[in-house]
């Protein structure tokens, strides 16, 4: 349930918490509302490590729908963030970001196909490279793609939440210059969907195209994010 909402200027923000039989929270999420963008992100979702894999995170998926369809309205896009995945990684920091991605996608999550750059987080730190992803589902039988406007006032406003703007670090104004070219940016699956549940590499199959293969290996790692 949301158990707390907070509004100040044009941002709004709502928590969904999750309790076990005895009352304690065991997981929760929080949502937050950009208004001048008309758009949402999930900025936390953490499950107890004992409650993970019982479909928790997908009920509280739907609580930050939910609040924030009350904040906005049904129509208004759902997006998130992750970690990029790196082959150059150490193997644990892989293994980790793989599960995470296979996590994400079964709550319905796509990644957005932009070089996408989040914003500092406080005054004097540096943009980081992350994927961008939207957690409502295309339409059916049509290309999956997400508004390039949507997405720059998303980021626009998100930075000057943080105290900063797009235009002041190269990285971000990039970015910035890039999506104010488009109209549209394509969706993706998480690079980490490329795994199977025993990290080896599978054959990959676009959401339009030919179908890509890859070839397989094995990483030895077991357990699940969430």
């Known amino acids: 349930k949301i158990v707390s909402g907070i509004t100040s200027g044009n941002l709004s923000q709502a928590a969904a918490g999750v309790g076990s039989a005895g009352g ?62 790196d082959d150059h990684a150490e193997e644990d920091e892989r293994a980790t970001i793989i599960r995470r991605h296979r996590r994400l996608s079964a709550l319905g999550a796509y990644a957005i196909d932009f070089d996408y750059v989040m914003p500092p987080l406080r005054p004097g730190a540096e943009p980081r490279e992350l994927h961008l992803l939207v957690l409502d589902p295309p339409d059916p039988g049509r290309t999956p793609h997400v ?14 939440s943080l105290q900063t703007r797009l235009e002041d670090h190269p990285q971000t104004r990039e970015m910035d ?22 990290f080896r590499e599978t054959p990959v199959i676009p959401l339009n195209g030919p179908a890509a293969f890859t070839f397989a290996f094995e990483l030895c790692f077991t357990g699940f994010y969430i």
């Open 24 to 85: 304690a929270v065991i997981g929760g999420a929080t949502v937050e509302y950009y208004r001048q963008a008309d758009a949402g992100l999930l900025t936390y979702l953490a499950i107890a490590e004992r409650f993970r894999e019982k479909g928790l995170s997908r009920r509280l998926v739907l609580a930050a729908h939910k609040a924030l369809a009350e904040m906005a309205s049904k129509s208004t896009p759902l997006f998130a963030e992750t970690e990029k995945y």
């Open 177 to 198: 210059a890039f999506l104010a070219g488009r109209k549209t940016i394509p969706l993706t699956r998480l690079p980490g969907t490329r795994f199977d549940r025993r």
């Open 147 to 160: 508004s390039a406007h949507r997405v720059r006032a998303l980021l626009q406003e998100l930075a000057r």
